[in-house]
C-alpha cells in the first residue's frame, strides 16, 4: 500500500510562496467544477466568462476596476491590521459605518467647495469607520478581550443600523424606500474616465495603498509594526510601545474602511442604501490573505476578485449560472489559499506504508 | 554492557550529513551506541549535537546518511517513526500539555483505541516510579510541577512508550544540583535496565559522572569516541574547543565609582498572595559587577523583569544615575541608561526579523533619513557589530537561523553598543559552550573596566565568582546575606542558597 504522508519543512520553499496564487486559483478551479455542472454550464465556458470575458472589453473591463475599488480599501485595511497581529474581522461594520457618517456629509455639504466637500465625505467615512473600531481594540489593549469576536459581532449591529436608520428617520421622503436622501451633487465623487463609472474612490484607494507600503516596508513605524506582529513579547523588551501601536493600527485599519464606505455612497450609490456593501469588508479578508498581506498583492488580489464579480454578473445572463456562483468561487478559494500556507510548512511524501503488527 | 558482536548495538549511524544553507551542521558522523551505556555527546554549542539527535528522532530529515536500529536499517521521517523504533527523546523545551496531570500527558498520542485508559497510565507511573525511582504523582497538574518534575514526566513518557534508546538534550542545563542527582541515580537504573541512553552535554563533569562512553563533537564532525575511563578532563576539553582554554578572571581593582544604579525597599507581588520580592535593597556603583546568586525561582525573575520595565513594581523605588525609573517602561529604562540582556534571549529577539532589524529595534529612530529608514545605515551598523562581537551570520538572516550563542552575541551587541551606564544581565551564559561562555565573560568584564555597573544575576556560582565584585543572596524573595566576593566561598553561598543560614545571615 502506498501511504501519502506530511513532513514538516524547517523552512517554507521559496518557489512555494510564487506559486501559491495560481496553484490556490488552479485548484479552486477543479474543486468549484462540479457546482458549474450542477448549474448547467460546461466549466470551461464557464471559467472563460468568469475571468477572460471581463478583460475582453472596454466597458467590463473599466467595470473590473469599480468593483475592486471597494476592495482595495479593505483588503489594504486588513492587511495593516493583520501585519500588528490584529485580527480585525470587522472591516464590513467599518464600512458601513463610514457609509453612515459618509451618507449624512453628503446632505450637509452642499454649500462648501467641491474639494472641501469631498474631503469632507471621506474623511467623514475614516471617522465612521475608525469609532467603530475603537470599542473592540480598546477592549483588546487594555482588557485583553479576543478582536476576532468583538469586530466580528458588530457587523451585524452596524447592518442593524443602516436598516434601522432607512426604515426609519432616513427614508426616503420622496420615495418611501428605504433608502436615504440623495447626497449634493457636489459631494459626489467624479467620474474619472469618460463613459464609465470608474470613479475618484478608485485613485483614492490605489493612493492609500501606496502610502500604506510606503510606511509598512520603508519607515521605522512600518518595521516597529510588523516586530509587534511577529513577537509583541520580543517587542515589548526592545522598548516599543506595543499597545498603542497596536490601537492605532486598529484605527487606521477602521479608518481605511471606513472610507470604503464613503467611497461607494459618494462614487456609486449617491445615498445610503442598506445593499451599499455586497460583504466587500469580509471580501477584504480574502483580499489581504489572497496578497499575502503586502500592499501589492492586495492590489493584484483586489483587481482579481473584481473581474470575478464583473464576470460572475455577466455569467448570469450570458449562461444562465446563477451569480452567486462568484460566491462559492470566492469561499473556495480562500480555503484553498489557507490550506495552502498551512501546507508550506510541509512536505508531502509517497511512500509504501509498513506492514503492521511489527515494531 | 554488552560486548560487540552476538547483539547488534542499539544504534548505528552511519555518515549523518546534515546542511542549512552554507553551514554544514553534521559532516559524515558515524555514532554507535551500545545498549545499557550512557553515551555521551559532548561539544561547545552549535558543534551539532542537538542536530544529529534530533535528526535520529525525526525532527529533521539529514541530506545523507544511514540509520540502524539493532542491526535493522530503518527510515525514519517523523518522531512517529521513532517513537515505533523504539527511540525516545527529551528535548530542551519540553511538549508538555500544562493544564493536564501526569498520567493524561503520559498517555496522550499513545492511546490505541477507543478508551482512554487512565488508570492503567497511572499505574504504569506509579510502577516507572518504583523501578527507576523517577518520582510523580500521576493525578498532579502539569502546571504545578517544577521544571525538574516536568522533565521527569517527559522520561516517563518516553518509556510508557516502550522506548529502548533514549535521548536527553542537556538535561542538567534546568535542574538543580539536587535534582540532577536524582536524575543520573534515574539514569543509572535505566542503563542497568538495557535501556541505550543518549547524553548531549557540554559540562565535562557530568559526562565524566554518568557516561560510559564519550564521542566529542567539533564542527559537525566525529572528533573522538572514548572509554570514559580511559579518558582525562584536559584531552576531551582539548577535544571539544580544539584549543587550550584560558579561564577569564576579573583583575582586582577597588576603584568602584559612585552609586548608578540603587534599589530600595522592592517589593513584587505574585499569584497566589506570596510575595515574589519583599523589602528588596541594593546598590551597583559605576565599575563594580554585583553578583546575584540563589536558586532559580527565588525572586531573580521578577527582579530581573522590574528593573527591565517589564513589570511593575507593588513598592519601593528604583533609581539609575539619580533618575527615578520606578515603573517606568521599557523605553524609559533603556532611555535612563540601562542595557538589559534578558535570561530568555529569544524573547529579547523578534526572531523573524532580519539580524540587523534585530540589532536596530531599540532605537530605530535614529536609523531614519526623513521619513524613511535608511536601510544602507542599518546594514552598516549590523556589519560593524558582526565582527565586532564575532557574530556568525550576516545582516540579513533572520534572527531565528541563528545558534544559542550567537543569538545571545546579537542581544549583547545590540546593548553594549550603546555604552548603558547599568547592564542587567540575567543567566548570561546558560547554554553556551566553552568559547562563547568566556566572550560572554571578557565583555562584561570590559564593561566593568569601562565604568558600567553590573548587575549579574546568575545560577553558576563559578561565574558569580569568578566575575563579580560583591554578591547578594537571594533566598524566597529577600536579600539573605551580602558579601565581597573575596569573603564568599561556594559553602557559604550554598549555605544562604539553601535558607540554612538564614538567622545567621540576616
Known sequence: MIGVRLEARAAPARWFNLAVAPIAIAVTFVLTMGFVLAAGASPLEAYDTFIVEPLTSRYTGLEVLVAATPLLFTGAAVAIAFRAGYWNIGAEGQLLVGAIAAAWAGTVVEDLPRVLAIATMAGLGALGGAVWALGPALMRVYLGVDEVVTTLLLNPVALLIVTGLLNGPWRNPETHFPESERISANAEFPQILSDSRVHLGFVIALAIIVAAWFVLARTATGLRLRAIGLSPEGARFAGIGVERLLLQAALVSGAIAGVAGASEVAGISYQLTDGISSGFGYTGIVVATLGGLTMPGVVIAALFLGDLVVGADSAGFELGVPSQLADIVKGVLLLVLIALLVFRHYRVSLRRAQGRGRS | ?506
Open chain 2, 1 to 506: 554492557m554488552t560486548a560487540g558482536g552476538a547483539t547488534p548495538p542499539a544504534v548505528q549511524l552511519c555518515g549523518i550529513t546534515k546542511r542549512f544553507g552554507a553551514v554544514v551542521a553534521n559532516d559524515g558522523v558515524d555514532l554507535v551506541v551500545e545498549r545499557g551505556e550512557v553515551h555521551a555527546l559532548l561539544g561547545e554549542n552549535g558543534a551539532g549535537k542537538t542536530t544529529l539527535m534530533r535528526i535520529l528522532y525525526g525532527l529533521t530529515r539529514p541530506d545523507a546518511g544511514r540509520i540502524v536500529i539493532d542491526g535493522r536499517p530503518v527510515a525514519i521521517h517523523s518522531p512517529k517513526d521513532a517513537i515505533a523504533a523504539g527511540i525516545g527523546m527529551v528535548t530542551q523545551h519540553f511538549a508538555l500539555v500544562k493544564p493536564m496531570t501526569v498520567a493524561e500527558n503520559v498517555i496522550l498520542g499513545a492511546t490505541g483505541g477507543v478508551r482512554v485508559k487512565l488508570d492503567d497510565a497511572a499505574r504504569k507511573v506509579a510502577e516507572a516510579a518504583e523501578r527507576f525511582g523517577i518520582r510523580a504523582d500521576p493525578y498532579a497538574r502539569v502546571a504545578d510541577l517544577s521544571v525538574g518534575e516536568q522533565q521527569r514526566v517527559e522520561i516517563l513518557k518516553a518509556l510508557y512508550r516502550n522506548c529502548r534508546v533514549l535521548i536527553l538534550d542537556e538535561p542538567t542545563a534546568v535542574l538543580v544540583p539536587q535534582e540532577v542527582e536524582a536524575l543520573f541515580a534515574a539514569l543509572r537504573r535505566l542503563r542497568d535496565d538495557g535501556i541505550a541512553i543518549v547524553f548531549i552535554s557540554h559540562k565535562l563533569y557530568e559526562v565524566r559522572e554518568i557516561s560510559t562512553r564519550v564521542t566529542v563533537l567539533r564542527r559537525g564532525a566525529v572528533v573522538g569516541t572514548r572509554r570514559i575511563a580511559d579518558a582525562d578532563d584536559r584531552e576531551l576539553a582539548s577535544l571539544m574547543v580544539g584549543r587550550p582554554t584560558l579561564a577569564v578572571r576579573r583583575t582586582e581593582s577597588g576603584s568602584a565609582g559612585e552609586v548608578v544604579l540603587r534599589v530600595d525597599g522592592l517589593s513584587v507581588g505574585s499569584r497566589g498572595g506570596l510575595e515574589a520580592l519583599r523589602n528588596v535593597s541594593f546598590a551597583v556603583r559605576r565599575g563594580e559587577i554585583l553578583g546575584v546568586a540563589g536558586v532559580s525561582g527565588n525572586g531573580q525573575t521578577e527582579l530581573v523583569d522590574v528593573l527591565c520595565g517589564m513589570l511593575r513594581p507593588a513598592a519601593g523605588r528604583i533609581e539609575v544615575d539619580g533618575v527615578d525609573v520606578t515603573g517606568s517602561s521599557p523605553a524609559e529604562v533603556v532611555a535612563a541608561g540601562v542595557g538589559r540582556i534578558p535570561e530568555d534571549r529569544h524573547a529579547a529577539v523578534v526572531s523573524d526579523l532580519t539580524v540587523a532589524q534585530n540589532l536596530a529595534l531599540e532605537h530605530l529612530d535614529g536609523f531614519r533619513r526623513a521619513l524613511q529608514l535608511d536601510d544602507r545605515r542599518l546594514r552598516r551598523h549590523a556589519e560593524e557589530l558582526i565582527s565586532r562581537f564575532t557574530i556568525k551570520a550576516g545582516p540579513d538572516d533572520a534572527a531565528r537561523t541563528l545558534s544559542g550563542g550567537n543569538l545571545q552575541k546579537l542581544v549583547l551587541a545590540r546593548v553594549l553598543s550603546r555604552e548603558p551606564k547599568v547592564i542587567v544581565v540575567s543567566q548570561p551564559t546558560r547554554g553556551l559552550d566553552v568559547a562563547a561562555t568566556e566572550y560572554v565573560h571578557g565583555e562584561l568584564l570590559a564593561q566593568r573596566e569601562r565604568g558600567a555597573g553590573v548587575l549579574l544575576v546568575s545560577e553558576d556560582l563559578d561565574e558569580l565568582l569568578a566575575l563579580a565584585d560583591r554578591l547578594v543572596v537571594l533566598y524566597e524573595g529577600r536579600i539573605v546575606g551580602e558579601m565581597p566576593a573575596a569573603e564568599a566561598d561556594p559553602e557559604r553561598l550554598g549555605l544562604l542558597m539553601a535558607g540554612l543560614a538564614e538567622g545567621m545571615a540576616a
